[in-house]
């Protein structure tokens, strides 16, 4: 029979030694001097400028700056998605990218980098013609993978 002593030292553990829950932080910075950074999922306004912490994935979420001439998924503006979560095996993990494929285009300069994990993995986009953003939708080689877990992503604008 389980003892009420037992059961209380096992929740001691649990609280003590704590259990690794499933996080991610997304973090902005916004050097425009206008603008909202605005960060979405699924319909849903996460933030619009504090940092957003997701307590288990956070999968299809996108973001950008609202300038006053962004739609509302980001539409006419440069956008950033992402998907951070915790890899389950090789290849599964964290993925964030920048897409300009309309009718998204550029309107600002946007990049994005990982950190506590994958440190100075992310991309910058300095103008329409980047080379580090989805202009079609096979552009797959500028996404930028993470295998990390609890990995947090800042996105900056006009660094």
Known sequence: MFSLNAFVLTALA???????AESHTVHFTNNCGFGTPTLIQGGRVLST?????SNGPLTAAIAYLQTGSCGFNGE?????ETTLVNPTSPGSGSSTDISLIPP??????????????CDKSGADCTNANCPTAFHQSNDNQVQVACQANNVNLAITFCD
């Open 14 to 20: 649990f609280t003590v030694f704590g259990v690794n």
């Open 49 to 53: 400028g504090g940092d957003f912490t």
């Open 76 to 80: 006419g503006c440069t956008l950033i």
């Open 104 to 117: 998204h285009s550029f309107s600002v300069t946007s990049g994005f980098g990982y950190f506590n994990g």
